[in-house]
């Protein structure tokens, strides 16, 4: 089926270590996000690529790398993980300004311990 | 800057009565406006959008929304709720050109028999 795919879906880190959050979408999208999710705050943009080739940062980038690998993959890296990042990430797609509206993944749910 | 505001982070009505769920936002420029919905451990799913064509905008699963500029609110409504309605929704807005949606903190429905 068409839509974005996250991997993985749940992942346990310790405090320090790195991981990559993976996103690929099938519908040609051209902008891509991340967003994470936590209980009272709603979702907030980490990154986000306007199009292939660009990346820029949203509300909340610290602690956060992204690699936009090509139109349909966009990644999410936690270098040196922190119990503060425990959270439900979400990657988002989208055509070009955004009229469309979003098409989300299932989300990744990461505790870091 | 663009923002928005969701009235009441938890709303509950019984089964058949009407949902009102409030949505408030602010945009420097005529916005993109968006209702998203989520069920538990989902990713969101694009209830319904305005775009600026027609103020009054149907979505599915019977809702609906409203435009209204002089109010600066999108507010979400049903005429008569559904056991399957308990969910989160999430109020969005979104520049045209800006290729970002800010989210709002959210609203819990529960439906009560």
């Known amino acids: 089926n068409a839509g974005v795919t996250q991997t993985p879906k749940f992942q346990v880190l310790k405090t320090g270590q790195s991981m990559t959050l993976q996103c690929a979408q099938d519908m040609n999208h051209n902008s891509m996000y991340w967003y994470r999710q936590d209980p009272g705050m709603g ?9 292939e080739g ?3 940062k949203g509300e909340v980038p610290n602690g956060y790398n992204v690699s936009r690998l090509n139109k349909r993959e966009f990644s999410l890296r936690l270098e040196s993980a922190a119990p503060s990042q425990t959270s439900v990430y979400f990657c988002a797609s989208t055509w070009t300004g955004g009229v469309d509206g979003y098409t989300f993944g299932s989300g990744t749910r990461l505790t870091v311990v | 800057a ?7 982070s938890h709303v509950s009505v019984s089964e058949g009565a009407l949902v009102l769920l409030r949505c408030n936002y602010s945009s420097s420029v005529p916005p993109y406006l968006f209702w998203y919905v989520q069920y538990p451990n989902q990713g969101l799913q694009l209830l319904l959008k305005y775009t600026s064509a027609a103020t009054l905008v149907k979505g599915i699963n019977g809702f609906e929304a409203e435009f209204k500029k002089s109010e600066t609110s999108f507010h979400l409504t049903k005429p008569s709720a559904h056991m399957s309605d ?3 929704y999430f109020c969005a807005v979104s520049e045209p050109g800006t290729y970002k949606y800010i989210f709002g903190t959210g609203t819990r429905l529960k439906v009560l028999a």
């Open chain 1, 54 to 56: 660009t990346t820029d």
């Open chain 1, 43 to 51: 979702l907030r943009l980490i990154y986000y690529s306007a199009s």
């Open chain 2, 86 to 88: 308990a969910a989160e």
């Open chain 2, 2 to 8: 663009q923002s928005v505001t969701q009235l009441g």
